[in-house]
């Protein structure tokens, strides 16, 4: 049967819940998970983990691939002239991007990046506007295919520069989708486009009418931003679409008071719309314990890896984790355990992702390395790691090795 079926095993692998395990994959899959043998002499072929514990391929549920400088030419960081402004931003990157590498490589470099740390499902937002029209999107569509071996990429028609702002966007919007793009993206809609409604009607006509998911990116802070947030929790609801919604950055959900955040959090639950949060440093940003808590899907992603809107960014989700632990206050075991949730199986869920898991039956897509339990390895974040994709070595120690 092994001369048939592609046939892997994988010996003496720690489980997140501490027993050792040997597993098996066939056909890119987990066939079977048991109790390590430790048998005297191993099955030819076999690989002995050794001990190493053995996670699910990260999740990044947000980055940005058309816009990364990484394995390019140093971009001094360009300070807003008043304060953050997300249009003051914009513009600074289409001057940085007039001077950089072309598209394909620094996607291929930030790409790279984030497999080689362990990330096999990405979500990235491509720029659509009246100046770049669907440059972008055609480029990282040829990207994406290129690596559709390595990683599975979510892409979402992304407006930067606004919707009823930016004349001629709605119609590329729709292009976008008809190319390939998953996902319809949007952009602050009252500061932004300065219209609510006329924004939401775009945005959701557009998923409705390609059957395509939505991820919005938000900024606006305090009550201006809640009520965003009610608006599209309300016609994902209206929809039944809540599923398929996640609003990235919500700065708002940090930046209210307890009772407004309980009945957010509650709203935010019955809709079914996820929230992504990068934990960015200078921002307030969704209290991830007490929207968990209501049942609200938190999920993590890079965002901007050494781009023009921060120098930040490695591309290591188990670090994002830690980032987010950190900046939440999480200090005892359940609580780092819930942060390495955010960028996988939280993750997952809001990504929509077939087959996730080390469970049989799964894609056997997954991480090795050198930690004792899930805590000590968001704490460590241990570089020292050999990522798998359907059980098939493609990356040791932050470098792709297929």
Known sequence: MDCIVNRTRFLNAKLADGTLADLTVAAGRFSAIAPAANTATPPAGAIDLAGQLVLPAFVEGHIHLDTSFYGDAWRPHIPCTNGFDVRERVAFQMRNLEQAAPMAERAKNQLELCVGNGSLAMRSHVMVDADVGL??????????????????????????????SSPGTAELLDEALKLGCDLIGGLDPASFDRDVDGHLDVVFGLAER????????????????????????????????????????????????????AKAGEM????????????????????VAALRKAGVTVFAGSDN????????????????????GYR???????????????ASHAGAKALGLEGYGIAV?????????????????????PKERTVYRAGREVARQGRMTR
């Open 361 to 381: 039956g799964a894609k056997a897509d997954f991480v090795a390395l050198k930690a004792e339990h899930v805590p000590e390895a968001v704490v460590a974040v």
């Open 135 to 164: 440059k972008h999107v055609e480029t990282i569509l040829a990207v994406r295919e290129k690596y559709r071996d390595l990683v599975d990429v979510q892409l979402v028609a992304f407006p930067q520069s606004g919707i009823l």
């Open 268 to 287: 935010l639950a019955a809709s079914g719309v996820a929230i992504m949060t990068n934990a960015p440093g200078n921002h307030p940003f969704p209290p």
């Open 328 to 342: 939440s206050g999480f200090y005892e075991d359940w609580e780092l355990e819930s942060a390495h949730d955010l």
């Open 210 to 261: 390609h059957g395509a998911g939505i991820d919005i990116h938000l900024h606006d802070g305090g009550t201006l931003g809640l009520f965003e947030i009610e608006e599209i929790a309300a016609r994902a609801k209206a929809l039944g679409i809540g599923g398929k919604v996640a609003i990235s950055h919500a700065y708002a959900l940090g930046d209210i008071s307890p009772d407004a955040l």
């Open 305 to 324: 890896i050494r781009d023009s809107w921060w120098p930040y960014g490695d591309g290591d989700m188990l670090n994002r984790a830690n980032m987010i």
